[in-house]
């Protein structure tokens, strides 16, 4: 698995490169410590799946940056991995396509968790971020199909990409998406974003069925 | 008031009777109208007794006189014409003296011709009319004297014509009258004075309030920007702190997942540049807080400069070299009188900043001695050939945490204090900083401090370690309530050849000096455990026995605790005290005639 890491603190993407090597399996990193040198190693290398990007880099402040890495290669899932961690920003990341956030002044054991979820494709998102929302619906169960839009949702994926990944056409794409919103009481994908991590995890699922 | 014109806070008297003319005039405007009703009574009075035409030609006379003076009047408050207040004071009693003589006029025109009783009331009519003009005039006694004299005297006169047996009774009344009337229209000059005094004062309370004001919106303002510099410096550090705290959660959790063997010299290596330059963040964090808190209190001993700059540049040799810089050094012999400690700083500070933004090319230290002026300055120079920084920075770069072209606040450039301790501690010794620089040829940076002519005896920081033989035989007393110290530092000063006499208390210190005298050092902690801090107990024993060399040695880190201790002026050195800080410090007091105190 390829992943791209950007931060502008030589010592902080060395830590994650060496993090993400002994957690992953066949993890190879690329670094990054500007968008710039980011976009261009995006294009260059197609099968990059998963991009660790830090918020606040070098001239290139906020959450443009994920979106012209989005812009370049709308596979890559980015998750967003900052100094900050208020749930505006976290929320505007989502808004803006990133899949995950993961604060960087979380615990190490706390953060060693949230790289493995990343890498495994589950959402990770602090928990103050779910306790904006209300209590999570009984969720009636989504086809595996439905599952694997919901997955590219959570990518970032746009409607189109997610069509052409799973063979269906665009409008069906777009059926299930109104399924899934319903399903999970959500009006848009970051909501839906948000709700499906909390799903994902399996004490909420408990939570969930009791 | 258009006459006005004084700012003085006390009424001039020029100022009065600009004050008075202005009332004066406006008074007089009414004055035609006054004239013709007055004119109308006196008319209904004598009229089948006088010839009408010359009742009329009187009328018309006295009412246009009165006419020409309100036109006057009008012309002054209209004017703001810069006149004279005194001139036009005295144009004003002139015509009032004009408007009196036409008035009486009246009396030697008409009362030879009335019977008299018409007479009687005639005169009462004209004896009433200067009264009136009391409140016409505004109070100027010149005015009123005028036109009442002008009116009375003739009106007077005619009636001592008419009954030459009551002349002299009439005369003499009239002259009382008229004192009566002048003084009346003194008082109300006076009141007039106090009253513009008052207004002064009042314009004076004004002002000094707006300028309070000002000076509170100043200091409100002063004290906004050093909040908010503040809380810059505060946002800084916290985002600067931050970082390598995160950077080290990554290592832990990289350290807890189970590395591959061959990780772990990285990892080791990579925790360790973070947490110097965490410490270094640190260090200089707590060094700009004494500093700015004014806890630092800089010594004042003479000491060669270039010994110390000289020092530092040795330091710095190796870590240039690395570089590939040469580091030049041009030190003139140059005595100042100052605080070794931070002058070594501010060399430090500069030519690690030097060597930091310095790629290829030299760094050139140098120092000599400037006579332009008076007292010649001691000037020290660091130089390099580095990018050099645009004009328009160079105020922000004395700023804490400001970087030139580290946005990405790269750590390994530095935390970005150097700089502005360098400027406080320049204040604080009262040095002068400035920069030159020539954007891709280099930076320049000058301090200069007067330098001092004088030949006294010289302690360095650098000074060299005294040798065995300087030691030896030395007596030395030690004032420890603590007794583990006491004997560990009784056994290193024996081991160096020194006569060692220790003591818990300053009851202890005062048997030892009553047996053996003065020391050659005393050396004294500063909190004894009892009332009398160490300090206290070198300044008794020093009236008691004379001077002899003392240092202070503590435990204390809280700065106030330090800043009481530096202001002892004697020596101070921290616990824990390593052994060769010991012993260059015992050489250096030791060898001087007297430690300074204060």
């Not at chain 1, 009984?138 to 063979?167: C, W």
């Not at chain 2, 922000?396 to 700089?419: H, K, M, T």
């Amino acid at each position: 698995m390829k992943i791209l890491v950007v931060d502008d603190h030589a010592l902080f993407r060395a830590g994650l490169r060496m993090l993400l090597g002994t957690i992953g399996h066949n993890v190879s990193c690329l670094e990054a410590a500007t968008v710039t040198e980011a976009l261009a190693l995006v294009a260059q290398h197609g099968d990059i799946e998963l991009c660790l990007l830090d918020l606040s880099l070098k001239n290139e402040q906020g959450f443009g940056a994920i979106q012209r890495i989005k812009d370049t290669a709308p596979q890559v899932a980015v998750v967003v991995v900052s100094g900050s961690d208020d749930s505006a920003t976290i929320r505007s990341c989502i808004d803006a396509g990133a899949m995950s956030f993961i604060p960087k002044s979380i615990a190490p054991e706390v953060l060693t968790h949230a790289l493995q979820r990343v890498l495994a494709g589950a959402v990770y998102l602090p928990d103050q971020v779910m306790s904006t929302l209300e209590s999570v619906p009984l969720v009636g169960s989504l086809t595996p199909r439905q599952q694997q839009v919901l997955q590219g949702l959570n990518r970032g994926l746009s409607t189109k990409l997610i069509a052409r990944e799973l063979d269906l056409s665009e409008h069906t794409v777009k059926e299930y998406i109104a399924i899934i919103f319903q399903a999970l009481g959500v009006h848009n994908r970051t909501e839906a974003v948000i709700k499906a991590s909390l799903l994902q995890r399996p004490e909420s699922l408990a939570i969930a069925r009791r | 008031m258009s006459f006005v014109t004084s700012e003085s806070p006390v009424a001039s008297e020029r100022e009065m009777l600009a004050e008075l003319v202005g009332l004066h005039a406006r008074a007089l405007l009414r004055m035609p109208w006054v004239q013709s009703l007055l004119v109308l009574g006196i008319g209904l009075l004598i009229y089948p007794n006088v010839r009408l035409w010359v009742f009329l030609g009187w009328a018309a006379l006295t009412i246009r006189v009165e006419v020409g003076r309100a036109r006057y009047a009008a012309r002054i408050l209209r004017g703001g014409t810069g006149m004279d207040p005194r001139r036009v004071h005295a144009r004003f009693v002139a015509l009032a003296a004009v408007a009196g003589a036409t008035i009486a006029a009246g009396a030697a025109l008409f009362m030879p011709q009335l019977p008299m009783l018409y007479q009687a009331q005639l005169g009462v009519v004209l004896f009433a009319i200067p009264a009136a003009g009391v409140a016409v005039s505004q109070s100027s006694r010149y005015i009123v004297a005028a036109y009442a004299l002008s009116i009375l005297l003739p009106s007077a006169v005619t009636w001592g014509f008419l009954h030459p047996s009551q002349a002299l009774g009439v005369f003499g009344e009239t002259l009382l009258y008229c004192a009566v009337i002048i003084l009346a229209a003194a008082d109300g000059e006076k009141l007039l004075l106090r009253s513009l005094v008052i207004r002064h004062e009042r314009d004076r309370l004004v002002r000094d309030l707006e300028q309070k004001n000002a000076e509170v919106r100043r200091a409100v303002a002063a004290a906004e920007q050093s909040a908010h510099a503040r809380a810059r410096v505060l946002a800084a550090a916290s985002h600067d702190l931050r970082q390598p705290l995160h950077a080290l959660s990554v290592y832990s959790a990289v350290l807890a997942s189970k590395p591959a063997p061959e990780l772990l010299n990285e990892v080791s290596e990579n925790i360790d540049q973070i947490v110097r330059a965490l410490g270094n963040l640190l260090n200089g964090l707590l060094d700009l807080s004494r500093l700015s808190a004014g806890y630092y209190v800089p010594e004042h001993k003479t000491f060669s400069l270039d010994t110390v700059v000289a020092g530092v540049c040795a330091e710095y040799q190796q870590l240039a070299a690395q570089k590939g810089l040469t580091l030049l050094q041009n030190l003139n012999p140059i005595r100042v009188q100052g605080d070794a400690v931070a002058l070594g700083r501010i060399a430090r500070n500069l030519i690690d900043n030097a060597i930091k933004y310095t790629d290829r090319g030299e760094v050139r230290v140098a120092l000599c001695t400037e006579f332009l002026g008076s007292p010649p300055l001691a000037v020290l120079t660091v130089s390099d050939t580095g990018k050099g920084i645009p004009a328009t920075e160079y105020g922000r770069i004395f700023e804490e945490f400001y970087q030139l072209d580290n946005p990405g606040r790269d750590r390994s450039r530095g935390v970005g204090l150097g700089l502005a301790i360098v400027q406080r501690l320049c204040e604080l010794i009262g040095a002068k900083i400035s920069v030159e620089s020539v954007i891709s040829e280099g930076t320049s940076f000058r301090v200069s401090l007067p330098a001092f002519r004088g030949a006294t005896a010289y302690a360095g920081p650098t000074s060299p370690q005294p040798s065995d033989a300087a030691l030896k035989g030395k007596r030395v007393y030690i004032i420890d309530d603590e007794v583990d110290i006491l004997k560990s530092m009784r056994t290193l000063l024996e081991v160096w050849g020194i006569q060692a006499l220790t003591a818990d208390s300053p009851k202890a210190v005062e048997r030892i000096f009553e047996q053996y005298g003065s020391p050659d050092l005393m050396i004294v902690d500063l909190r004894l455990g009892e009332h009398e801090h160490g300090a206290q107990l070198a300044d008794r024993l020093q009236r008691q026995y004379g001077r002899f060399p003392v240092v202070i040695i503590t435990g204390e880190t809280a700065s106030e605790a330090l800043r009481q201790a530096n202001e002892t002026g004697y020596t101070l050195l921290q616990k824990p005290i390593a052994p060769e800080v010991l012993r260059r410090a015992i050489g250096v007091a030791t060898e001087l005639p007297a430690t300074i105190a204060l």
